[in-house]
């Protein structure tokens, strides 16, 4: 029998809607620790933070190579604003964490290529967070069109809002 598996370790970067949506989802995952959150408003992370029964170190931007350089993070989650994500996702892929970036990468279709690029060269894992993708409402409107259950469109007008959060 072996022992209990190994949590990953996940270093956040953004608390706002997204981050918070994502750092509450790895508190209740078995699989995964979050081991750092990493914002401006340092404070706010804390008191975040604070709100859990699990070790969490916060720290502002500044700290970025320090939480690279933690051999227990093993990926990291990139929910802070577009303009941030470029330096960050770089700095994971020089260190080798994985990476799941809320979208898009970065502001322009060169840079978001030559990240995929970078990564792809160092092996590194790169996901960005298209998550409607596999939204099975949006799957079954693709499945219709494309049989022509559909008929021939002339318009598709579509409506969403986010929806509550997975269960884990």
């Known amino acids: 029998m072996s022992g209990p598996a190994r ?29 750092w959150i990493v914002r401006n408003k340092l404070e706010e992370a804390r008191k975040f933070a604070d709100t859990f029964d699990s070790p969490i170190q916060c720290v502002g931007p500044a700290q970025l190579d320090s939480v690279l350089a933690d051999d227990s993070v093993d990926a990291v989650i990139v929910c802070s604003p577009t303009s941030q994500h470029e330096p960050v996702i770089r700095a994971a892929i020089d260190a080798g964490k994985a990476i799941f970036s809320e979208k898009p990468i970065t502001p ?42 559909a008929g021939r469109l002339r318009l598709l007008r579509s409506s969403s809002h986010d929806h509550s959060p997975p269960p884990i």
Do not use: N, W
Not at 10 to 33: D, E, K, T, V, Y
Not at 116 to 140: I, N, Q, W
């Open 7 to 35: 949590k990953f370790g996940i270093a956040l970067f953004g608390l706002g809607r997204m981050g918070a949506i994502h750092a509450r989802s790895i508190l209740l995952s078995p699989r995964a620790r979050l081991k």
């Open 108 to 149: 322009s279709v060169d840079s978001t290529r030559a990240i995929y690029e970078l990564a792809e060269t160092k092996g590194v894992p790169l996901l960005c967070a298209f998550h409607r993708r596999f939204d099975a409402s949006l799957m079954a409107v693709k499945e219709s069109v494309a049989s022509g259950q």
